[in-house]
């Protein structure tokens, strides 16, 4: 039987991704059951990123957080409830093609045109996102990006 703790989420926590290669990532939760990686890889788990500079932001599944294996090392308040919010995400309906934009918990109707850029809004596990952070974008595109 399994006695391992669960923790609660907070925003600004910031989590130690360990990597494959014996490195971390890091990662900001966000409102909306998102999570900011940054751009910084540190060569060990204290070695934290520095400023707010964020590779991507993708929503991710609470159990990722909420067990150990993600280790919090730090909380960063945002400055301001807009601040925690993640940018918007690009919704593709696969029946139609039509394009939506989801953002602060509302989709509104949208286009091609206005949804190139953005993260598409789908719900990542710990290896999606370890498997894009070390530069394998295969779940990225499987998400029709």
Do not use: Q
């Amino acid at each position: 039987m399994s006695t391992k703790r669960r923790r609660r989420i907070k925003l600004g926590d910031v989590y130690a991704i360990p990597l494959p290669d014996g490195k971390f990532a890091f990662g900001r939760r966000f409102k909306d059951a998102s999570i900011a990686i940054y751009k910084h890889i540190g060569e060990t788990i204290a070695d934290i990123p520095l400023s707010e500079d964020y590779r991507f932001v993708v929503g991710i599944y609470d159990y990722v957080l909420k067990s150990e294996e993600w280790p919090v090392v730090d909380n960063r308040p945002f400055k301001n409830d807009e601040e925690a919010w993640p940018p918007p995400y690009c919704v593709i309906d696969s029946l139609s093609g039509s394009y939506s934009i989801y953002h602060k918990g509302e989709i509104s109707p949208s286009d091609k045109v206005n949804c190139e850029g953005l993260e598409i809004a789908a719900v990542w596990a710990e290896n999606h996102i370890i498997d894009r952070i070390m530069g394998d974008d295969k779940w990225h595109k499987h998400f029709g990006v």
